[in-house]
């Protein structure tokens, strides 16, 4: 099977603009979740999507929104980016038979100037 | 709400045996998962205990006791290659919450 992908793999915005990733889980899987990892904050978990519903959310302000599509596919956005925003921002997918292992993605590097 | 702590870095020769403690804080707790993400790549899964005990896979094994909310993770035969960060997480409310990583690098 083939992996969790994301797109872009690099991105480059300026404070205020918006931007929206794309993560494509594994075949099968019905739960996709999204993180943020920086260096001084680590991995933060942002929300988890399952059959088109957001099952669970993190502490992130309104900004950062996502959505899943019919097909399991998942894209988040940010509004308004700040410099604080620039991350790795990682998706990963789980099958509902094995919940506990998170498959991840490459992920898509956000630098906000 | 939940913390988790783990060492920032540990530091051991080839062949050597490495233990990553993990100890937690948590309302709820369903089970430990351990993950290994190398410098500019994606974290991976290695290990999950939802019951006390040992876990083995390979050289890898994870340990849990529920009633000292601690956990670990024993790496063996350490070879140049498992140089990386090491992550223990918990399910909290259905979000899956990581400790902040603990690097460990392996010299020659």
Not at chain 2, 5 to 18: C, F, K, L, M, Y
Not at chain 2, 26 to 49: C, E, M, R, V
Request: with cysteine.
């Amino acid at each position: 099977k083939a992996g969790v992908t994301q797109t872009p793999r690099y991105l480059i915005k300026t404070r205020g603009q918006q931007v929206t990733l794309s993560c494509s889980p594994i075949s099968g899987h019905r739960s996709v979740s999204w993180y943020q990892q920086t260096p001084g904050q680590g991995l933060q978990f942002l929300f988890e999507y399952f059959s088109e519903t957001q099952r669970n959310k993190g502490n992130f302000p309104g900004r950062f929104s996502g959505r899943q599509f019919s097909n399991s596919r998942s894209e988040m956005n940010v509004s308004t980016l700040e410099l604080g925003d620039s991350a790795l921002y990682l998706c990963a997918s789980s099958s509902y038979r094995d919940s506990e292992t998170q498959y991840f993605g490459p992920g898509t590097r956000l630098l906000v100037l | 709400g939940q913390s988790l702590e783990q060492p920032s870095e540990v530091t051991a020769v080839e062949g050597a045996i490495v233990q990553i403690n993990c100890t937690y804080q948590t309302s709820g707790f369903y089970g430990l998962s351990w993950y290994q993400q190398h410098d500019g790549g994606a974290p991976t899964f290695l290990s999950y205990n939802g019951l006390d005990g040992l876990e083995e896979t390979g050289r890898f094994s994870s340990f849990l006791s529920r009633s000292d909310s601690y956990g670990y993770l024993l790496l063996q035969e350490l070879q140049m290659k498992d140089s990386a960060s090491y992550f223990c997480a918990v399910k909290e409310g259905g979000k899956l919450q990581f400790g902040a990583g603990t690097q460990v690098v392996v010299t020659p």
